[in-house]
């Protein structure tokens, strides 16, 4: 090859190779809010899971406990449909096995701005829990939004076995 063959390729090379470059960050970027978002909604459901022991459904209070105690990682109109009839909300019932966690074993992104997350709520006994344990498992299905900002439980049902 002549040189200014040579030179005109090499310099279409970087030319190509130097437009290639910023287009690679914004994906990059999309990644880092994608996965900061998938974080965000399954720490939500690791804390709401971890909650639902310190909501007493048989309780005289239980409708303040569900506000109180679920108020900030639920939307306000599932909270509101939890404190009218506190049978369709989540909690303990009884002592013992008590609602520990819940296991997540799928997070899928439905839209920019939700999530579906399948699991198990895991009830556990105090032998359980102090052998480190899994009890009696529940799947669920709990579906997280970002509403005015914030990552929020919208959904929550528990399926039977």
């Not at 880092?32 to 709401?48: G, M, S, Y």
Request: proline share 6%; hydrophobic share 40%.
């Amino acid at each position: 090859m002549n040189r200014p063959v040579l030179t005109f390729l090499l310099c279409a090379v970087s030319l190509v190779a130097a437009c290639t470059v910023p287009t690679g960050i914004p994906s990059t970027r999309l990644s880092f809010h994608q996965q900061a978002d998938e974080a965000a909604a399954r720490a939500l459901v690791e804390q709401f899971g971890q909650r639902l022991q310190d909501v007493w459904l048989t309780s005289p209070e239980a409708a303040q406990q569900v506000r109180q105690k679920l108020g900030d990682l639920v939307a306000p109109d599932l909270i509101e449909q939890w404190t009218s009839d506190t049978s369709k909300a989540p909690g303990r019932l009884v002592s013992s096995p008590w609602p520990a966690r819940i296991e997540i074993t799928s997070l899928r992104r439905e839209s920019p701005d939700s999530f579906v997350v399948e699991g198990f709520k895991v009830e556990v006994t105090s032998v359980e829990a102090s052998r480190g344990e899994g009890g009696i498992k529940t799947p669920v299905r709990i579906v997280v939004q970002r509403q005015q900002g914030r990552w929020l439980i919208t959904e929550y049902a528990e399926r039977g076995l």
